[in-house]
């Protein structure tokens, strides 16, 4: 079993629609990212969670320590979002154990 | 500031050659990570450095791979000598040493024929 497992793989959203991503994790962590990655590009980080819920324009992450979960929310979608998002936990020094990704695709 | 800096951005090479990637971190990180990523394993750590010193090399392939962190500044991944399976994007990461801060650099796309 990996030790992080995203849902769904592969999410196909109409523009402006409200999209959840999630992310269970079965270690230990320090801290959870979730990670922004476009076609042949570069990984970008979006946020950094140890608790609770952070919110950055349309983005908003929460994570449940107790039940090692974490979710990435995206509020009306737009076809730039287009990307492979990557959940990824922290050990205490820092080393990242990245999910599988999932790919999204935002249709106009 | 100009982020993590890698070099070079693409890299062709023949088997057998000796390939070194370079990685500048962002200045005041103290903790320099090397990933590679590839199509059938994703993304996985290869090595990463606290202060300059190694850590864990746990996730280095075999003794074909070596990795260096000479001060603050400088880290070098080389692989000697190459083989095609080696051949996929290699990202270079910095943070601080609580993990805030947590950038990547543009990568490193390796072609190995």
């Known amino acids: 079993k990996n030790e992080v497992e995203q849902s769904p793989q592969n999410l196909t959203a109409q523009e402006g629609e409200f999209i959840t991503i999630n992310c269970s994790y079965s270690?230990?962590?320090?801290?959870l990212h979730w990670l922004q990655q476009h076609p042949g590009g570069g990984i970008v980080s979006l946020f950094m969670?140890?608790?609770g819920k952070k919110k950055h324009g349309r983005l908003i992450a929460t994570i449940n320590i107790q039940e090692k979960h974490s979710s990435l929310h995206i509020t009306a979608s737009h076809p730039r979002d287009s990307a492979v998002y990557i959940c990824a936990v922290a050990g205490s020094q820092g080393n990242l154990i990245f999910g599988k990704g999932t790919k999204l695709s935002v249709k106009p | 500031d100009a982020g993590v800096i890698q070099s070079p951005r693409h890299e062709v090479t023949e088997m057998g050659q000796e390939v070194t990637l370079r990685c500048k971190p962002i200045s005041g990180h103290n903790s320099l990570f090397w990933y590679r990523q590839t199509m059938m394993r994703g993304l996985e750590l290869l090595i990463y450095?606290?202060?300059?010193?190694?850590?864990?090399d746990s996730g280095m392939p075999e003794d074909r791979f070596s990795a260096k962190m000479p001060n603050a500044s400088f880290s070098t991944l080389k692989i000697q000598p190459s083989e095609p399976r080696d051949s996929a994007v290699y990202f270079c990461?910095?943070?601080?040493?609580?993990?805030?801060?947590?950038?990547f650099g543009s990568g490193t796309r390796l072609t190995v024929v």
């Open positions: 450095f606290n202060n300059n010193v190694p850590i864990d």
């Open positions: 969670l140890s608790s």
């Open positions: 270690v230990g962590i320090s801290a």
């Open positions: 990461a910095s943070s601080s040493q609580d993990g805030y801060g947590y950038t």
